[in-house]
């Protein structure tokens, strides 16, 4: 299976909000709430942002929520501060197995 | 304050073994699956295998089925990944990542121990 489709940059001054798309098939992202978001600041471990799509771990920051439509999952980040320049990473369940896919990465830029 | 801590990583030839392990605490190891997840170099998140709270289910990602084999030690709070026939395309950080159990996210992650395969 291919990786998830992720958008391989995406930019925004602070203060601003944006929003990273991950576009899956009605195998996997459609047809399962059982979409994770992770930030991932390189050299460090990667941190669990929203999992089962819309809910956000204890831990994680209010200014990121999650949806679907479809087959394309969503994170948004409100509010942008500099602490948010990462990798993000979407991660969806896929049918019939044991396993996940995950996104190809979007770097976030804080202008 | 849960910790996943790995080791074992380093340079190894083509067609060589190594095997990677992770302590784990701060968390009940024994009821946790456990997963192994790899990143390339300039690439992506990769799943690469995972197993159950007791060890009596394994998953491997299809590339490496037949040449990876996971494993856990719940008595050391201990995985562990052997890795033989090793290929270029093996070269990543390997990550040792609590998975939840049915929702197919991972909560803990460990800093990441780099294989390199090359000659």
């Known amino acids: 299976q291919s990786a998830l489709t992720q958008p391989a940059s995406v930019s925004g001054s602070p203060g601003q909000s944006i929003t990273i798309s991950c576009t899956g098939t009605?195998?996997?992202?459609?047809?399962?709430?059982?979409v994770s978001w992770y930030q991932h600041h390189p050299g460090k471990a990667p941190k669990l942002m929203i999992y089962e799509v819309t809910k956000r771990p204890s831990g994680a920051s209010n200014r990121f929520s999650g949806s679907k439509s479809g087959n394309t999952a969503s994170l948004t980040i409100s509010g942008l501060q500099a602490e948010d320049e990462a990798d993000y990473y979407c991660c969806s369940y896929v049918g019939g197995t044991t396993s996940v896919l995950f996104g190809g990465g979007t770097k976030l830029t804080v202008l | 304050e849960v910790q996943l801590v790995e080791s074992g990583g380093g340079l190894v030839q083509p067609g060589g073994s190594l095997r990677l392990s992770c302590v784990a605490s701060?968390?009940?190891?024994?009821?946790?699956?456990m997963t192994w997840v790899r990143q390339a170099p300039g690439k992506g998140l990769e799943w690469v295998a995972n197993i159950k709270q007791d060890g009596s289910e394994k998953y491997y990602l299809d590339s490496v089925k037949g040449r990876f084999t996971i494993s856990r030690d719940n008595a050391k709070n201990s995985l562990f990944l052997q890795m033989n026939s090793l290929r270029a395309e093996d070269t990543a950080v390997y990550y040792c990542?609590?998975?939840?159990?049915?929702?197919?996210?991972?909560?803990?992650w460990g800093q990441g121990s780099l294989v390199t395969v090359s000659s």
């Open positions: 990542v609590r998975e939840s159990t049915y929702d197919y996210y991972f909560d803990y």
């Open positions: 009605n195998s996997d992202v459609g047809s399962y709430n059982l």
């Open positions: 701060g968390f009940t190891f024994s009821t946790s699956w």
